[in-house]
Each structure stands twice: as C-alpha cells, then as structure tokens.
C-alpha cells in the first residue's frame, strides 16, 4: 500500500465521513466542503492556531497579578542596593560590581571592587578596591578618582564623596578633586545633597557641615544614623535609640528596641524588637503596633514598610497599617519611593518585585 502523507489521509477521512453521513439541510446555513475542510486542518497543522475564517469562544481574561516579578539576580550577590526610583540595581558578586537595569532584568559588568555605594538617584556608583576608591558614571563606565580610603559614603548626586581614612573623614569634590578633613571619626554618614556628614568615634557624635567645615556635638552612641535629608540622626546605646534634631539639637528617646530606621525628613522611625514592628512619631513619640516579624525595612517616604516573618512578606501603608502580599523570603532591599524591592527567596535565589499597593484589611 502506497504511503499518505497526513494532509492527504486528512482530506479522505473527511470526504468519506461526508459521503457515508449526508449533510443536515439548514436554512440559510452554507457548511464547507471536503475541500474547504482539509484546508482548514491543514491550517491548523501547520501554525497550531485557528484559521482567520473561524471565530474561537471567547476566553475569561486571567485574573491580574498582585506581584509582578521583574528581574532576577545571582544568588551568590551581596549588598544589593536599589536607585530612589527603583530602576538601577547595583550588587557585589565575585570581587566585581555589577549594575542591573531592573525593567528588563539585564545586568552589566561595571568596575573590579570590593565594595559599591550607589549614589541615589543611580547615575553614579562609589566603588573601593585595594584602599583607593572610584566614583563611576552607572551607564558609560567612566570614572574618576576620589581617594585613598578603607571606605566611603556617595552623595544623592554622585557630586560628593565621604571618605573614612585611617583615623579621620573628608569629604572630596568629585569633579574638581577639592578635599576638606572633617575631623577624627571611626565611621561616618553623608546627607543626599553632600552639605551634613555625622562623624562618630565610637562613643560621640558630631554633625559637619561639609562646606564650611563647621562641627557641633549631636550626642552619645556606639552607632549612629544620619536621616537621608540631612535633618535628623538616630543614634544607638546598647538597645536604646535616641533620635536628635540637627537644627536645634534637641535629643529624644525614640525606643527600646533592636533595630531602628529614620524616614528621609527623619520624622518618622520604624522599630524591631525582633519579634515585631511599631511606627513612632519622631516628633511627639507616639507608637503604633504595624505588625508581627523579624525583619523588616522603610521607605524613604516614612510612609511604606515591608514586614517579613521569616516566610512571607507584606507591604504595609504605615498611616492605616492597610497591607498586601508581596511574597516568599527575605528583604533585602527597597526603593526610596517603595515601588521596587528585593526579596531572597526559598531556593535562595533573589528576586526584584513590583511593589503592590496595600489594600484594606
């Protein structure tokens, strides 16, 4: 028996089934031939898709997804830092620094370091490697040189650079390499415009105007944080936070906890006592219960937190405590306008998200 190829034996299984079973009459209805038939299922075969000439059923649209993922990054990466905006991701892996455009996912070799610092609004990356340290450009790669030092802070802008020497900090003009010393100081903070540096020795602190050079005493503390605009510090004594206006000097005890973040205008401070989170009012100090977890992180906003408990992450609006999944893991990172964070997942690898709106409870 000669062999037929599957359109043939198509087209003669269907002209068959015609002949055997007579076609119903139908009114106004015109139903194909044999022919017209084959050339359907040929169609078919061939793109695995409906013909333009058949309409298919109507399909219920999929339900929209609560987290979006938008990009992975390598397991083995560590320090991940996200832009204000959430679009550069910059992380360590192997000695090197990489920078990730989280939209697509796509990740770039940028510099050999040992440490990166991400300027905020992620057009610059301060990079330390063999005791000297380098401002790049995020995007070209250029660079130039900032100074020798065992570590360093970036400015908003990419403009200025903190760097801790060997017993002291100075602050470094990028561009025209301009260096002012600020003082003796074992680590060191700088606000997003480059004009306040916190400087502490281990058990005081002082705040520096970069500019002038100016200094005043802030307080005592073994660690201390200076609030991204420049404002306010947090500093730490054992596990007691006191929280210190910089432009009156007026010190307030924040908290008794284990961790503790100031907001950007250094009003509003998120605290952990390693089983759950509170919101404090840095101003009047009231404190209100967010929720139970062990880690958990603030946007610059004061006004988004993430929570997790060691399975599962929530976002949370810290006005209404309202909150929404976000997933599996741990946080890692979040941008300052809380639309991008950074989870490590189960299997161990890290992930970016699409931060959802919280919703009512």
């Known amino acids: 028996m000669a062999c037929l190829n599957k359109t043939a034996v198509s087209a003669l299984l269907l002209s068959s089934a015609l002949t055997l079973c007579p076609r119903p009459a139908l009114a106004g209805v015109a139903l194909p031939g044999a022919e017209r038939l084959a050339e359907l ?21 999929a339900p929209a997804k609560a987290v979006d993922l938008a990009a ?11 832009s204000a905006d959430g679009k550069v991701a910059v992380f360590l892996l192997d000695r ?8 697509d996912g796509v990740s770039r070799h940028l510099a050999w370091g040992q440490t990166a610092r991400l300027a905020r609004d992620g057009g610059a990356v301060l990079v330390g490697e063999g005791g000297s340290l380098r401002v790049y450009d995020a995007k070209s790669g250029q660079n130039r040189f900032a100074g ?33 010393t600020l003082g003796f100081g074992k680590t060191g903070a700088l606000s997003a415009d480059g004009k306040v ?43 007691s936070f006191d929280v210190v206006d910089l432009a009156t000097g007026r010190s307030r005890h924040l908290a008794w906890a284990k961790t503790a973040q100031l907001s950007f205008d250094g009003k509003t401070a998120l605290v952990g006592d390693g089983r759950s989170f ?41 006005a ?35 931060v959802p709106k919280p919703g009512l409870r």
């Open 72 to 82: 992975r990054i390598d397991a083995a990466s560590r320090d991940i830092q996200l």
């Open 96 to 103: 090197s620094v990489y920078v990730q455009e989280t939209a």
């Open 197 to 239: 540096a916190l400087i502490g020795d281990g058990s005081t602190f002082n705040a520096v105007d970069t500019e002038s050079g100016k200094s005043r005493f802030v307080g005592w503390g073994s660690s201390g944080v200076l609030a991204g605009g420049g404002t306010a510090a947090l500093l730490r004594r054992a596990d």
């Open 41 to 61: 299922v040929r169609s078919w075969g061939a793109v695995g898709t409906l013909p333009d000439s058949v309409t298919p059923a109507a399909v219920p649209a």
């Open 148 to 180: 020798w030092g065992t570590t360093g802070c970036i400015s908003g802008d990419g403009r200025k650079v903190l760097l801790q020497e060997a017993t002291s900090l100075s602050v470094v003009d990028v561009e025209t390499g301009r260096k002012r």
């Open 278 to 318: 509170s919101v404090v009012d840095a101003q009047n100090g009231s404190t209100t219960m967010l929720d139970w977890g062990v880690d958990g992180v603030l946007a610059e906003d004061g006004k988004t937190a993430l929570i997790g408990d060691g399975r599962t992450v929530r976002v949370y609006d810290v």
């Open 320 to 354: 209404t405590r309202a909150d929404a999944y976000l997933g599996w893991g741990e946080v890692l990172a979040l941008s300052a306008d809380a639309s991008k964070a950074v989870l490590r997942v189960d299997n161990g690898w890290i992930a970016v998200y699409d």
